[in-house]
T-cell receptor
Framework: QKEVEQDPGPLSVPEGAIVSLNCTYS??????FMWYRQYSRKGPELLMY????GNKEDGRFTAQVDKSSKYISLFIRDSQPSDSATYLC??????????FGQGTTLQVKP | NAGVTQTPKFRILKIGQSMTLQCAQD?????MYWYRQDPGMGLKLIYY???????DKGEVPNGYNVSRSTTEDFPLRLELAAPSQTSVYFC?????????????FGPGTRLLVL
């Protein structure tokens, strides 16, 4: 069983839709949860970071962590074609060693 | 700041050849990392460094070597390239290695081993 599972998609939505991206994990030691965005042929860049359980909002993006279910989500409101990218979840405990999900490819159609 | 830079962008190697992937950062970060990204597999840590002269293995170190003689540079050496090393390689850096630290990634090097 992989430590972090993420549906690779692809996920295709119309512009303006609400997008939900999810990851599940098995290691209860994970405390820090991140979402990276990766445009085609570019390196990943940090989009959102959450510590422990709860929600965090930044503009059109909301990250949720449910540690009891070992489940994290990223919501994108009013999705735009510029949001088309691969979204990677990543998580770590106190070691700082990042474990990445496989990434979900998102396409937002105009 | 240029951030994290990588060279070359793309390279084709023959089986058994060797090469060095270059990585440099200008953010004065202590920690540097090498990852490989295979299609549908996420990123896997190859090696990392906590500072000049100190390196350690990640999840998939076999077939690779690293060195870190300066804070800025962290080259990755492939000896005797194999088709299994066909991948996209990313270098990253961070100020610390705590759970909340942001890792900054370079643009990647695409390697094809034939």
């Amino acid at each position: 069983q992989k430590e972090v599972e993420q549906d690779p998609g692809p996920l295709s939505v119309p512009e303006g839709a609400i997008v939900s991206l999810n990851c599940t994990y098995s290691n209860s030691a994970f405390q820090y949860f991140m979402w990276y965005r990766q445009y085609s042929r570019k390196g990943p860049e940090l989009l959102m970071y959450t510590y422990s359980s709860g929600n965090k909002e930044d503009g059109r993006f909301t990250a949720q962590v449910d540690k009891s279910s070992k489940y994290i989500s990223l919501f994108i409101r009013d999705s735009q074609p510029s949001d088309s990218a691969t979204y990677l979840c990543a998580m770590t405990g106190n070691t700082g060693k990042l474990i990445f999900g496989q990434g979900t490819t998102l396409q937002v159609k105009p | 700041n240029a951030g994290v830079t990588q060279t070359p962008k793309f390279r084709i190697l023959k089986i058994g050849q060797s090469m060095t992937l270059q990585c440099a950062q200008d953010m004065n970060h202590n920690y540097m990392y090498w990852y490989r990204q295979d299609p549908g597999m996420g990123l896997k840590l190859i090696y990392y460094s906590v500072g000049a002269g100190i390196t350690d293995k990640g999840e998939v170190p076999n077939g690779y070597n690293v060195s870190r003689s300066t804070t800025e540079d962290f080259p990755l050496r492939l000896e005797l390239a194999a088709p299994s090393q066909t991948s996209v390689y990313f270098c990253a850096s961070s100020l610390q290695r705590g759970g909340g630290e942001t890792q900054y990634f370079g643009p990647g090097t695409r390697l094809l081993v034939l």
